[in-house]
Nanobody, 114 residues
Framework: QVRSVESGGGLVQPGGSLRLSCSAS????????VAWYRQAPGQQRELVASLTRLNEYKYADAVKGRFTISRGSADDTASLQMNDLLPEDTALYFC????????WGQGTQVTVSS
């Protein structure tokens, strides 16, 4: 069964940067809009960034200008470059498609704290 695998999270100070990576299989990202989601404790999962097959980018207002989504050179990979991180960016980050089309992976934890 296709499932995403996320990596690259960690503990970082406010203002720091992280780069998250994701891989899937069977061309899931090649043929769909690839996206990153996040879920903070006690909150609903939210869409953070998406990238269509036509290279149309969308970002949540909270991350505009700080986060950049990209596809990897291999079509089944994706990345999320996160700069100028804020404590409110602390969450479990997942990749998937829009609309969601594969089971959720385990995610990668991002903690922004001094």
């Amino acid at each position: 069964q296709v499932r995403s695998v996320e990596s690259g999270g960690g503990l970082v100070q406010p203002g720091g940067s992280l780069r998250l990576s994701c891989s899937a299989s069977r061309g899931v990202f090649r043929f769909n809009t690839v996206a990153w989601y996040r879920q903070a404790p006690g909150q609903q999962r939210e869409l953070v960034a998406s990238l269509t097959r036509l290279n149309e980018y969308k970002y949540a207002d909270a991350v505009k200008g700080r986060f950049t989504i990209s596809r990897g050179s291999a079509d089944d990979t994706a990345s999320l470059q996160m700069n100028d991180l804020l404590p409110e960016d602390t969450a479990l980050y997942f990749c998937n498609t829009v609309p969601v089309s594969i089971p959720w992976g385990q995610g990668t934890q991002v903690t922004v704290s001094s």
